[in-house]
C-alpha cells in the first residue's frame, strides 16, 4: 500500500472521529520537568517543592499538587509550592494551551 493511500485513510479516519463516531487521540508531545525539595532554613520540618520547566514558560501551564492530609492546590499557576509538611507529594503540570499538543506530566517528590 502505497503512502499517499495510508494517508488519505489516516485523514477519513480522523473525520470519522471529529463527527463523534470514534475517538482520536493525536500523539502529544513530552513536557520535560523537574521538581526538587528545598528544606526551610529555620530548623523546622517545613519543605518546599520548586518545579522547573525546560525549554518552556511556565506561564503556559497550570500546576496540581496532591499531598498527604488533603494538602492540595489545583491548578494554579505557580511553580514553588511552601510550607509543606513531611510525606509523598504528586505535581500534576498540564498545558493551558490545547494548540500546544504537550501530554500531561505528573511527578512524585517525597519531604523526609
Do not use: W
Not at 518546599?48 to 520547566?53: A, G, P, R
Amino acid at each position: 500500500m502505497n503512502v499517499p493511500r495510508l494517508f488519505r485513510l489516516g485523514i477519513l479516519t480522523c473525520l470519522l472521529f471529529s463527527f463523534g463516531i470514534l475517538t482520536c487521540h493525536a500523539q502529544c508531545k513530552e513536557l520535560a520537568a523537574e521538581a526538587k525539595v528545598v528544606k526551610a532554613t529555620d530548623g523546622s520540618d517545613q519543605a518546599s517543592i520548586e518545579v522547573e520547566l525546560k525549554d518552556h514558560n511556565s506561564n503556559n501551564f497550570k500546576f496540581s499538587l496532591f499531598g498527604p492530609n488533603h494538602k492540595n492546590e489545583l491548578n494554579v499557576e505557580k511553580t514553588t509550592f511552601t510550607n509543606l509538611p513531611k510525606g509523598k507529594y504528586l505535581i500534576v503540570i498540564a498545558s493551558k494551551r490545547e494548540d500546544d499538543n504537550l501530554c500531561p506530566k505528573s511527578i512524585t517528590v517525597t519531604i523526609n
